[in-house]
């Protein structure tokens, strides 16, 4: 049985006009129908978008507190899954949303995961030219990750969220209880997510989460409080220095560059998110010092805590032209420039563009 998690916390993302709160509480969910009267200047009508599994263990707890507090309430619910981040999802919550004719400034609440947080977003982004959305995020990786910070999309058979704008929530409504639910592959998926704030910008929160893992896993109370403020301060830190991704920001994409790729190559159906990433973080890692960044033994590290959350840490066997192909539809990249983000050392990482390809192909066969 988890420990109760720590008291509440709320970080505010300042981007002047565009800022936003995030509230972490446990038990909060029953409360975001208050928190929504306050944000907004008096409860109208609002939009609940879940998914086939989230909706039937939450949607009626977000519906009644939304309820008692004012709010009209209609639902659009999606199929579950990466696979579904389409155009076709996309349309569909289109429909939903001219159905229910929601005005410009009534909201749509994201009750679910990435895929779920993304893909309202977008739609709120496009609707009426933006109408407001909330993130009420329920996996480990969107509390700790996607939920904040604006980034928007859904994906195209050529790469990974390639269709998207910036759109930043009016509030992110975090409630640690929720995880309770979840498959532990999404949670291990999850920690991974957080693991990457270390690598980047914290070494000491990577051996903290080394020395904590089998807690996080076990969805420990206290562990889990830790976590999720520590992602949140990190993202919010990296969001506000540079919203829309013209430097820093970029780091954030650790792993994400192979592991895009991964998921790309393997549709959307093998692997969660964060699995891709843990994956691709470690060929970041090898590509390192394989190019005299990193000192010997750094992949090492990464891939005995990655081996400790049992993420998969064997990476698919790809020719190097559908390596580099995949990669070359990756969002980061600049002109026909493949971006990589690589590590000097561990909570130490950088963008590098001038990487070659005979690099790239050298580090693809490694792995065959």
């Known amino acids: 049985m988890s420990k109760p998690l720590a008291e509440s916390h709320t ?34 009508r609002c939009m609940i978008i ?42 569909m919550i289109m429909d939903v949303l001219m159905q229910a004719k929601l005005s410009r400034n009534e909201p749509v609440i994201a ?6 947080g993304d893909m309202s977003g977008f739609a709120a982004s496009c609707y009426r030219r ?74 000491g929160l990577f051996e903290w989460m080394q020395n904590n893992l089998e807690a996080a896993l076990n969805l420990d109370g206290d562990v889990l409080a830790s976590m999720i403020h520590t992602s949140c ?3 919010a830190e ?50 390192s010092e394989q190019l005299a960044y990193a000192p010997a033994g750094t992949e090492t590290r990464i891939r005995k805590c990655y081996e400790a959350a049992d993420l998969p840490t064997s990476i698919p066997s790809f020719t190097a032209d559908a390596w580099l192909d995949a990669m070359g539809h990756d969002k980061k990249n600049v002109g026909s420039r493949i971006r990589y983000i690589l590590l000097r050392e561990i909570g130490d990482a950088f963008l590098a563009e001038d990487v070659a390809p005979d690099a790239i192909k050298t580090l693809i066969q490694s792995y065959t």
């Open 111 to 116: 009750l679910g995961g990435g895929v779920v």
């Open 50 to 91: 879940s998914n086939v599994t989230i909706a039937p263990l939450y949607l009626q707890r977000v519906r009644a507190s939304l309820e008692h507090a004012g709010w009209q309430v209609s639902e659009c619910i999606l199929p579950d899954g990466e696979r579904y981040k389409t155009m076709q999802s996309f349309e």
């Open 130 to 203: 933006g109408i407001p959305f909330i993130q009420v995020p329920t996996t480990v990786l969107a509390q700790v990750d996607s939920s904040v910070g604006g980034k928007t999309a859904i994906n195209h058979p050529h790469g990974k969220n390639m269709i998207g704008a910036f759109y930043q929530p009016k509030l992110v409504w975090i409630d640690p209880l929720v995880l309770h639910t979840l498959d532990i592959r999404e949670v291990r998926a999850g920690i991974a997510e957080a693991i990457k704030y270390g690598l980047i910008r914290d070494a």
């Open 233 to 235: 301060r990190h993202k």
């Open 11 to 44: 970080y505010n993302v300042n981007l002047g006009p565009r800022s936003y709160d995030i509230h972490i509480e446990p038990g909060c969910l029953d409360r975001l129908g208050s928190a929504m009267a306050e944000l907004f200047s008096s409860p109208t």
């Open 238 to 287: 990296v969001v506000m220095a540079d919203e829309t991704e013209q430097g820093m920001r970029a780091l954030l994409n650790l792993g994400h560059t192979f592991g895009h790729a991964i998921e790309s190559m393997t549709h959307y159906n093998t692997f969660l998110h964060g699995e891709a990433v843990a994956m691709g973080t470690l060929m970041a890692a090898r590509l």
